[in-house]
């Protein structure tokens, strides 16, 4: 058979040396001795730094490519790659090729959802018990040497609303239901009220207004599309309570980060706990730096040591259907946006 050429784009934290861990390029190349995959990494991520010496090589191994599995797409890429049949993202999100030509194309995407549900629920309860315990004071008085008593709160019986009931919240919902928490949530797909596994109250998303008005943590939990991008405002803040916290682990574009601030600043909610924020990484000038009752983590909230191994083993199982004809795991579905 023909070989199959196969290229891996894989990020790095190190972004003076990216490449892809070399058991990945061996769990890759075990699938089939007709598989021909090669990490091309650095010289994309060069690329994009504005080495343009690097254009040439990179040109031919896109000639003949058929599958790409990474993170980051180099520029012009169906022109470049016109053999071009699949990409396989590493993150659960396909946002990233939202607006690009690839999205407009015949080209097959696919994602890792699904591999990011441990990691994330259990960052979701972290932050969740950072508020009730109030966490960031304490940290706060150590800096300062301080030593003042204060009463923290539990997370039994109050209730944690999940905007968006896939993988990842429902296991929000597993590991609140065992806190004593109760468990509302929304789902794109549901069209009536009712109930669902560790979900005491499951609504229809346009019944979004009162997950907000209930809950006293809001977990934002759905994929960024266009119907989700500013999907909480200014209405959605000022229907929570004033004592609720909004936690998003999904993409910073679902909340609208203007009425964030005013509602911050006016205090219709009592904080919030960003992994991921509109821009990232997020700007030194960002207001969002400023205040006591926001906490900020650098969109790590999915990350696990053994994550790539992870990924691409979920990967390599697309890779045998890709082979065998059968179709793909995680198929983004262009018109509802992943």
């Known amino acids: 058979m023909d070989s199959l050429n196969v290229l891996v784009i894989s990020p790095a934290f190190d972004r003076s040396a990216p490449r892809a861990n070399e058991e990945t390029l061996r769990q890759i190349g075990l699938v089939s001795p007709g598989i021909k995959v090669q990490d091309v990494s650095a010289l994309v991520a060069a690329e994009l730094q504005g080495e343009t010496s690097v254009r040439e090589k990179l040109d031919q191994l896109l000639a003949e490519v058929e599958v790409i599995y990474g993170l980051?797409?180099?520029r012009d890429l169906l022109t470049r790659a016109p053999r071009l049949k699949w990409v396989q993202m590493m993150s659960a999100g396909v946002d990233r090729l939202a607006r690009s030509e690839v999205w407009k194309s015949q080209v097959l995407m696919t994602g890792v959802s699904g591999i990011?549900?441990?990691?994330?629920?259990?960052?979701?309860?972290?932050m969740m018990l950072m508020f009730a315990k109030r966490a960031p004071l304490f940290y706060k008085m150590k800096e300062k040497r301080e030593w003042k008593r204060f009463p923290p709160t539990v997370l039994r019986s109050k209730t944690v609303g999940i905007v968006g009931l896939g993988s990842i919240g429902r296991e929000v919902a597993r590991l609140s239901r065992a806190f004593g928490m109760r468990v509302i949530a929304t789902r794109r797909s549901a069209k009536r009220v009712g109930r669902a596994r560790y979900v005491d109250l499951l609504l229809p998303a346009?019944?979004?207004?009162?997950?907000?008005?209930?809950?006293?943590?809001?977990?934002?939990a759905t994929p960024l599309t266009p119907e989700t991008r500013g999907l909480i405002g200014e209405e959605g803040l000022r229907a929570m309570k004033p004592t609720a916290y909004i936690i998003n682990i999904a993409r910073g574009s679902i909340i609208d980060e203007g009425a964030l601030l005013r509602a911050l600043d006016g205090k219709w909610i009592a904080g919030a706990g960003l992994d991921v924020t509109a821009t990232?990484?997020?700007?030194p000038d960002s207001r969002l730096w400023d205040f006591d009752n926001v906490i900020l983590s650098p969109h790590i909230s999915g990350g696990m040591e053994d994550y790539m191994k992870r990924a691409t083993s979920l990967f390599c199982e697309n890779l045998k259907r890709y082979l065998a004809g059968k179709r793909l795991l995680n198929l983004v579905n262009r018109q509802r946006g992943y």
């Open 72 to 74: 980051i797409m180099p």
């Open 280 to 283: 990232e990484p997020l700007p």
């Open 206 to 220: 346009a019944q979004l207004k009162q997950l907000l008005a209930e809950s006293d943590f809001v977990i934002i």
């Open 116 to 126: 990011h549900a441990t990691p994330i629920s259990e960052f979701v309860m972290l």
